[in-house]
């Protein structure tokens, strides 16, 4: 696909080629986001970020990586903080906002509000969430990472064993995950749920129409015990009727140390898009993990600063310029990654 003045609003944009030129990108970017290198490549630029969702890594990342990339970010987040409290529509804020920024990144309760405000907008949006429907850039750097890891141990993509654990109904980003790995060849699919939030049936026969072997079960151990990555998620109470509903949902599938050494294979990889909901009643992933090597998480979020600078980059056509002014940092900068 044209990247250059593009929105990025659902995983379905990109063809396995976009997918590997977004990862060479995002390789390049990792001086300036592990702070050895500075660039001001978008010095001037900004990015308008409206959340109207709770988020932490989506927003801060998005921030960091147009910063990082020399941009300035403008944000409002909530509808509380926001004309659309006093009735504005979609389509005005859209026109408004993209006046002031060059690029928008935006993140919103209804499955596919993003897309009608890109019509709307005068400059390219990125879609960081759409009610239930997707998460596109999380599927990137999820993939991003599920390459970094199994590469490492001499694994590759295409040929992955991949169990999806918890709430495959209403989470967004196992939504787009899947609909990414249909590009990719024969790779098995356990997916975890309880009955009631199954991954719906469409991405399901997509994923098997391309070739990929798909398990659905309501059973956690035996089905993670042959798989290169264990990817686990939070219920999604906020996509409920009630509290309570999700609440007979929390806690239904618990990875932990003792699950894990029992029934795991030694080097599955674990992963979740965060945030794991750490509450006593849910616990999905148990701290006991955090010092487990395999515990792919941070990385996980870490990774989310290069893609997004990848897909900033890319989208405002500066790839190539990037390195050009590139100077050493002058603080700090410890050794975090
Ligand atoms: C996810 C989301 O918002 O869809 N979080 C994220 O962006 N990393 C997953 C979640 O909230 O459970």
């Known amino acids: 696909m044209q990247f250059a003045g593009s929105h990025i609003l659902s995983v379905n944009q990109f063809q396995r080629p976009d997918i590997e030129g977004i990862f060479s990108v995002a ?11 500075v660039t001001r490549v978008l010095d001037g ?17 998005f921030g960091c990586a147009f910063n990082l990339l020399g941009g300035q970010v403008r944000e409002t987040t ?10 504005e529509s979609l389509y005005d804020t859209a026109r408004v906002i993209s006046g002031y920024s060059d690029v928008i990144a935006m993140r919103h309760p209804e499955s596919g509000s993003v897309a009608d405000f890109a019509r709307a907008s005068r400059v390219p949006v990125i879609n960081g969430g759409d009610g ?22 001499g694994g590759s993509i295409d040929n992955l064993r991949i169990a999806l654990i918890g709430d495959l109904r209403f989470g967004r980003t196992v939504h787009s995950l899947c609909r990414l790995l249909c590009l990719f060849d024969d790779l098995t699919v356990y997916l975890i749920s309880p009955q009631e939030l199954r991954m719906p049936e469409d991405i399901v026969e997509t994923m098997r129409s391309a ?7 309501d059973e956690l151990e035996a089905n993670i015990a042959h798989v290169d990555i264990a990817y686990s998620t939070r219920i ?24 894990y050494t029992r029934h795991c294979e030694p080097n599955t990889v674990i992963m979740h898009p965060l945030p794991r ?9 148990d701290n006991d993990l955090n010092d487990n ?45």
């Open 293 to 337: 090597p395999n515990l792919a998480i941070f990385r996980q979020a870490d990774n989310g600063v290069l893609v997004r600078m990848a897909l900033f980059a890319m989208i405002l056509d500066v790839v190539d310029q990037v390195d050009r002014e590139a100077r050493s940092v002058s603080w700090y900068i410890g050794s975090r990654y």
């Open 132 to 153: 239930a429907n997707e998460h596109p850039s999380q599927a990137l750097l999820d993939l991003y990472t599920i390459k970094s890891e199994v590469q490492g141990r």
């Open 78 to 87: 909530g509808f509380e903080h926001s004309a659309i409290a006093k009735g």
């Open 27 to 37: 390789d390049r970017m990792r001086p300036y986001a592990h702070r050895e290198k």
């Open 211 to 217: 070739g990929h072997k798909v398990l659905e079960t």
């Open 45 to 61: 630029a900004i990015l308008g970020s409206m959340f109207f969702e709770p988020s932490t890594r989506t927003r801060v990342s």
């Open 277 to 285: 909901d750490s509450r006593a009643g849910a616990n999905e992933l």
């Open 236 to 259: 999604q109470e906020e996509r409920f009727d009630s509290k309570e509903e999700a609440a007979t949902y929390r806690g239904r599938f618990r990875l932990n140390q003792n699950i």
